[in-house]
Every structure is written in structure tokens, then in C-alpha cells.
């Protein structure tokens, strides 16, 4: 990840993308809003990115974050999005931007800010995706075409060996927060269906060499 020399305008990350870790360079920028360099605007976004000093003593930022691939399936061990159908369509990762953990009042929604502010041990990053295809949903009762869904498994059981003997069931607490052209669906049926605004845990199994069940789904809404 890289800043621009304004910083102000800009925020341009470097991708990385191979087998083992994304080393593969690529560059894009986000736009950011001016704002006077170490001022921090209540309501509005900020972005704070780690930053390393170096053995000469200049600020550095990382040259990229080692991230565990899930077995043999070449899946990157963090949590991803996708859509069920034969096989479980997933929309690959384009960058992953590592946040500073100070000043995450201005970084994260606050409600989220909220529930974890007191835990020391979190780590938050970005992750950007490619939008997933449309693709029918898997409920019979349902003829949505515009779900996707969020996918926990290689996360929740990263450095497990995937075969079809393992058999493997967490719950993990996740949501949506300030959601942005994507809204609820299936709240209504148990365990299903992402919260927004909102931890709530889902189930989350591995079973047969299956990622199961589809019930961290959203709907795309533009």
C-alpha cells in the first residue's frame, strides 16, 4: 500500500496477488476528501493506514500483508463474498488495506465503533471485491436473482485440511453496518439472512467438502 506525496486527494493502494501472498502489483486510487493533514473531520470518512518506521527512521508503509490461502482450493483464508448454485461462485479479493487502530471513531460506523471499542485485540481492514454474478437463489421458496452472500468458511477454519472426512461447525457473529445499494433479505427465516446495523451470529459449517448453509446472504438493491 502506497499514499500519494499530496496524500490529501488521494489514496492509492498497491495489489498484490499470487499463490501464497498478493505480490502481484497493481495500483488504483480512491478518492478522498481535502482535508488539512492532521485534522481529523467528526462527520465524515477518514483513512488511516499503518505505517512503519524504518531502520533509518523514516515512516514506511508495509510491502504487503501475508494472507494464508485455504488448502488446496487456493481460496484466500479471510472472510469473502459469492453466490451458491452447482458450485459456490466466489468474487476474488482485489486489495486488502490493513487500518490503523488509532482515530477508529472517524474509520468505522458508529455503531459499530460501539461494540468493539474496548477490544484491544481487533484488527480491521478494507477488502474490495469484484461484484459476484447473478445467480438464482438456492431457497425454494425464493426466486431472487440479485443475492450474494458472505462467506466465512476458509476464515473461520483457515489452516484446516479440506477433505471430504472433515466435518466442521462455528458461530461467528457478523453484520452490516451503513449499508450502501445492498439491503436485508431473508431475516425472516431462522438462521438466515445477514443483520444490518448489527452483530448477530450465523452458523457457519463445512461438511462434505461443502461450504454450508447460505444464510449470510444481502441483496443487491442497484
Known amino acids: 500500500l ?22 502481484t502489483k497493481g495500483v488504483f486510487a480512491l478518492p478522498k ?5 492532521g485534522v481529523w473531520v467528526s462527520d465524515s470518512f477518514q483513512l488511516s493506514v499503518k505505517q512503519y518506521v524504518s531502520s533509518d527512521g523514516i515512516f514506511q508503509l508495509s510491502e504487503g500483508l501475508d494472507i494464508p490461502c485455504f488448502d488446496i482450493l487456493g481460496l484466500y483464508s479471510i ?3 459469492g453466490v451458491y448454485g452447482q458450485d459456490y461462485t466466489v468474487a476474488g479479493p482485489l486489495a486488502i488495506i490493513e487500518l490503523d487502530t488509532d482515530h477508529l471513531e472517524y474509520q468505522l460506523p458508529a455503531n459499530l465503533y460501539k461494540l468493539i471499542e474496548s477490544d484491544d485485540d481487533a484488527e480491521f481492514y ?19 436473482d440479485d443475492e450474494a452472500n458472505l ?10 485440511q479440506f477433505h471430504p472426512d472433515f466435518v466442521g461447525t462455528k458461530q461467528v457473529l457478523m453484520g452490516i453496518f451503513e449499508a450502501n445499494g445492498i439491503k436485508p ?3 425472516n427465516l431462522k438462521d438466515s439472512g445477514i443483520a444490518f446495523d ?25
Open 2 to 23: 502506497a499514499l500519494d506525496s499530496s496524500f490529501n486527494n488521494l489514496v492509492k493502494a498497491t495489489v498484490h496477488s499470487s499463490n501464497s501472498r498478493m505480490n
Open 33 to 37: 476528501q481535502i482535508v488539512t493533514k
Open 79 to 81: 472472510p469473502l463474498i
Open 126 to 144: 478494507i477488502e474490495i471485491h469484484n461484484q459476484p454474478p447473478r445467480s438464482p437463489c438456492q431457497k425454494f421458496i425464493c426466486e431472487n
Open 151 to 160: 462467506m466465512y468458511h476458509t476464515w473461520a477454519f483457515n489452516g484446516t
Open 185 to 187: 433479505v431473508h431475516l
Open 198 to 222: 448489527k452483530l448477530d451470529a450465523r452458523t457457519v459449517t463445512i461438511h462434505d467438502c461443502r461450504f454450508s448453509p447460505e444464510n449470510a446472504m444481502f441483496q443487491v438493491s442497484i
